[in-house]
């Protein structure tokens, strides 16, 4: 495997990695941190955060369909896994030869294309955070917009402590409260949006084949 910043800038930035790490220099993380301040949030605001906290940590498993759309303007399709706690994995659609793996910890990005694999720390991740064992929306987690309207509720999040490593958008439908999609801002600014389509939610663990982040000849 090649961990490589400058690797992990050129692969994840022209191929658009759906979590969009964050590793820009210390002035852009700066700058960022800067923008990253709490959501002024009304009693009513508060109730749906615990609404929404509740639901995402109630959430066990995922499997749905997804379209990403890039920084670049360049649409993929494919499917998700999700298992949580740490658990991910992304297989995209021919003729893309992406595919990604979070598991223990590590988030993994393979291109077979070019033969390049990449391996990051799952926690300097935005989406890191919706695989945590418990979500709080306080604390070490810091909400920086909410939105409720037209049926839709949207919240944005960043890591207190770093939220130079980028920021999380959750966007649900409210009325059954669902997740719908969302969008990863890196350090650098880089915006990519994930919709889900056909999901299926579980409570039983998915098979370990599916997270196996030995993914280099995959």
């Not at 990604?100 to 033969?115: C, E, M, R």
């Not at 890191?128 to 944005?156: A, C, E, M, Y």
Request: hydrophobic share 40%; aromatic share 6%.
């Amino acid at each position: 495997m090649i961990y490589s910043s400058g690797i992990v800038r050129s692969a994840l930035r022209s191929l658009v990695c759906v979590l969009a790490i964050g590793m820009a220099d210390a002035n852009m993380t700066g700058a960022l941190a800067n923008d990253q301040a709490a959501a002024a949030l009304l009693p009513a605001d508060r109730m749906w955060l615990d609404r929404i906290q509740t639901y995402l940590n109630g959430i066990v498993t995922l499997k749905a369909q997804f379209q990403q759309l890039a920084p670049n303007g360049k649409r993929e399709t494919g499917t998700v896994w999700l298992n949580r706690p740490g658990r991910l994995r992304f297989a995209y659609n021919k003729p893309s030869a992406l595919l990604l793996v979070a598991n223990h910890g590590q988030l993994v990005f393979n291109d077979s294309q070019l033969g390049q694999t990449t391996t990051l720390p799952l926690d300097h991740t935005p989406l890191g955070l919706l695989l945590r064992p418990v979500l709080k929306l306080s604390g070490d987690v810091t909400v920086t917009n909410f939105v409720h309207s037209n049926g839709q509720v949207i919240i944005t999040l960043v890591r207190t402590a770093s939220p130079g490593d980028g920021s999380l958008t959750l966007m649900f439908r409210d009325d059954p409260l669902s997740l719908q999609s969302w969008t990863v801002i890196d350090s650098q600014g880089q915006e990519t949006r994930v919709d889900l389509f056909n999901a299926k939610w579980g409570n039983e663990p998915l098979p370990d084949a599916l997270f196996n982040t030995d993914i280099g000849d995959q």
